[in-house]
């Protein structure tokens, strides 16, 4: 709560900055392992180090998800400088930990006001954020300006489709199937597709 008020001020005046995201990919799989109590003991020792190590303001925003911005919203540098450490924590201080044990995090930066207008809007590029592909093999993933377009295609798919059936947008296509040894076509799979205003073709 306090977070969402701390943004108010610069998404109401339009201003650009950039809030940096954090995952913890593996949170319940950790929890499992570790325990509650041990795994809480570790998250607050990495946020101890990052708040220390950085000039930035952070808030845990859900149990696995983190947000932070340069304090007074100044410039991006800042929130560049916190991945960068995050990815030497990742690298140098889990290693005495067995694979098991360690913590795999999905990060990047969003920027207000042309991904996220709104606190809202904040925390829904977050949750499917969350649902992206991770990597048991990586221990830091970061998503790019790419990553961060598809998050909010997704998004704007996921509002559409919410009122498509009552548009009309949706309409179905037969894509045929073809036998090799009868050599006819036996079936036909259907495929959805909706006519959008807004994205064209989907």
Known sequence: ??????????????????????????????????GFDVLEQRIQTFADYLRTNTGCLFARVENRRFCFVSQGFRDGGNVEAVLDKLKEVCITRQAKYAAPARMQFKCGILRCP????????????????????????????????GDIAKLRRYKQIDQIVQTA???GSLYVVYQPIYCTGSRRFCSAEALLRMNSKTLGEV
């Not at 610069?10 to 950790?30: C, E, H, M, R, T």
């Not at 829904?124 to 998503?143: N, T």
């Open 165 to 167: 059936v009552e548009d």
């Open 1 to 34: 709560t306090g977070f969402s008020y701390l943004l108010v001020p610069p998404l109401s005046n339009g201003k650009d900055f950039q809030v940096g995201f954090i995952i913890l990919d593996n949170y319940y799989a950790l929890e499992k392992v570790l």
């Open 114 to 145: 042309r991904d996220a207008s709104s606190f809202t809007e904040l925390m829904s590029l977050l949750d499917i954020a969350a649902q992206a592909p991770g990597s048991e093999d990586a221990c830091f993933i970061r998503l790019g300006d």
